[in-house]
Structure formats: C-alpha cells, structure tokens
C-alpha cells in the first residue's frame, strides 16, 4: 500500500555523517542564490507566493531569502534548502532544474534551474515554481520523518500496533491519551496550543472523500465531545480538499466544534487495510498563532504509518 512511501525514503534526512556537518537554518527555510539579481528576485517572488492549503489564515509555505553571489561561498553552502539560479543559454526552450542532496551539509537539498533569460523566468508558465515547491516540501517532510524515527512516544507506537496492525510515530510530546472502540488519540496541550493525532478504523471496502468525511463526523463526534452538552467536532466541509494517491486518500480542510467557537486545521490519510478503513489524522488548535510549523510536523507523523507487518 502506499503508506510509509515516504518513511522508505527517510534515509535522505538520517544523522549527520562525521564528514559532513549539520545544515544551517530551519525546516522551511529556503534561499534563493544567483549571480543575476533580476532572475533572483523572480524566483523569490514565485516561491513567496505560496501558501499551505488547508489552514485558516493564509500563510507562507516557505520563509524565502535571497543573497545575489557568482557561487556557493562559506556563508551560503551549508543551508538547509538552496535554489541557485543560473543563465546560462539562450538554446534552452524553457528553465530546467537539476538537483543535488547533501552536498556539503546533511540534510540538504540543493536545486539548480538554469534559464536563458531573466525574461525567460518571467514569460514561462509556473510549471519550475511548482516543482521547486514540491520537491522542498518533500524534502521537509522526509526530514521530519527521519526526525520521528530517533525521537517519538514510544509507547503510542505499541499501542498503534496493538490496536491497528499500525507502525506510527506519534511525537514524543503528544503523551495524553484517550482510547475508544477502534479509535486511539493522543493529545498535547502547551498553553493555547493543543496538537492531536487520532486513529480510527471503519469497515468499508471501498475509499471515498464523501464516506470518509461523513465517518469523520460520525465518529469525531462520538469520541471527541465538547466541554458542554450538545457540543462536538465537525468538519467544515467548504474547506475540505482531496486528493488520492494510489490507495491513500489524503483530505485537509478545516474542523470546528459546534456550539463553541474552537476549530482549527486538519490532515488526514484513509488507506484500506483488509475489508475496513484506517484513518491517521491530526487536527490542531491554535488561535491567534501561526500553524504552519505545527501542522506540518504532525503531517510527517501521518506520513510514518505502516502496516506493521511491512515495517
């Protein structure tokens, strides 16, 4: 099944190696690097431009810098996330974008487009923006499920086994739990931030967004009660964005409790695993704050989930 894809390719985040030292700035974080300052800003701008689907407020999917040099320098190699931008030849039809991972630093991802012309960056469709954003995306999200592999709660991991036939990595801090009938949740509150990650399984054999939203609200209701009668969670089905990948459903979108004012951000991926349906969700509320960073290291933890006997 296509769960875990991504934890099979964590290698790419393992430790550091003694060769190599630790790349500089935080999960994220990108630079953008050239010697020609107009193709620089171009591919800034573009990669400022987008947003993480699935929250409330917009927010940036990548904090973008830009220092304009001929070349790598001291200052400039050891970066997390690296774009360098090259004009190099008026024979090319459109940019192209070659890569290289851990170059001088681990974990790392360098990636170099190369265009005949500032104009060139400028009049091309967005295709080179698109791929950029998702190969550093990934990038991040293999790092963080390289980071859960050393450090997760090892105890919801043999109760995701137990349970579910599951291999999860649920962070160390989610240490509350709640257990139902087929359905565990581990929670963390930190001031006004509270992070969950649920699972929960429901017998189907087949996988669709609808069924899989109107069981979220089934059992969501059932497991995750307000703190007043008549108070429960829902999801806000406006927000809701699908898409599958062979056989993962993964959905974002939005949750609120009704008869409250809380609510927040929300991913889930649904996977068939015999004649049911599992589903790894985490949701979080955090009013007021940023949820980029959150949501997103709880998203490699959905991204751990294996079926046990694959692991």
């Known amino acids: ?18 060769l190599q030292p630790s790349s500089g700035g935080r999960p994220y974080e990108l630079l953008v690097t ?23 407020q917009a927010e940036p999917a990548f904090d973008v810098n830009t220092i304009v040099a001929p070349g790598l320098g001291q200052a400039t190699r050891y970066a997390r996330n690296i774009v360098v931008v090259s004009l190099v030849s008026d ?42 954003s998702y190969q550093f995306g990934r990038h991040e999200l293999l790092c963080g499920v390289a980071q859960l592999r050393k450090h997760h709660n090892e ?16 962070p160390d801090e989610l240490n509350k739990t709640k257990c139902g009938r087929d359905f565990l949740w581990w929670a963390c509150e930190t001031g006004d931030v509270v992070q969950s990650i649920c699972v929960y399984r429901y017998a189907s054999a087949t996988l669709t967004a609808a ?20 108070m429960y969670m829902q999801t806000n089905r406006r ?38 349906i599992v589903t790894v969700e985490a949701f979080v509320y955090a009013p007021a704050r940023s949820k980029r960073h959150i949501v997103r290291r709880l998203e490699s933890s959905l991204y751990s989930a294996k ?3 694959d692991s």
């Open 1 to 18: 099944m296509a769960v875990g894809v991504l934890a099979c390719l964590a290698a790419a985040c393992t430790d550091v190696s003694p």
């Open 34 to 56: 050239g010697s020609d300052s107009t193709a620089v800003a171009l591919v800034a701008e573009g990669m400022r431009a987008f947003v993480v689907d699935g929250l409330p």
């Open 91 to 132: 024979s090319l039809l459109k940019p192209s974008i070659t890569y290289e991972r851990d170059a001088y630093a681990r974990p790392q991802l360098i990636l170099h487009v190369r265009a005949a012309s500032a104009g060139q960056l400028r009049d091309s469709t967005a295709d080179y923006l698109r791929t950029l």
């Open 155 to 170: 105890q919801a991991a043999r109760m995701a086994d137990s349970a579910f036939a599951l291999r999860l990595w649920v």
């Open 211 to 230: 069924q899989a939203l109107r069981k979220r609200d089934s059992i969501m209701r059932q497991n995750i009660p307000g703190e007043q009668p008549g």
């Open 239 to 276: 927000s809701v964005r699908g898409r599958v990948t062979r056989d993962l459903l993964e959905l974002r979108g939005l949750w609120e409790m009704r008869g409250d004012a809380m609510g927040g951000p929300f991913v889930s991926h649904s996977f068939r695993q015999g004649d049911s």
């Open 307 to 309: 079926a046990a006997k």
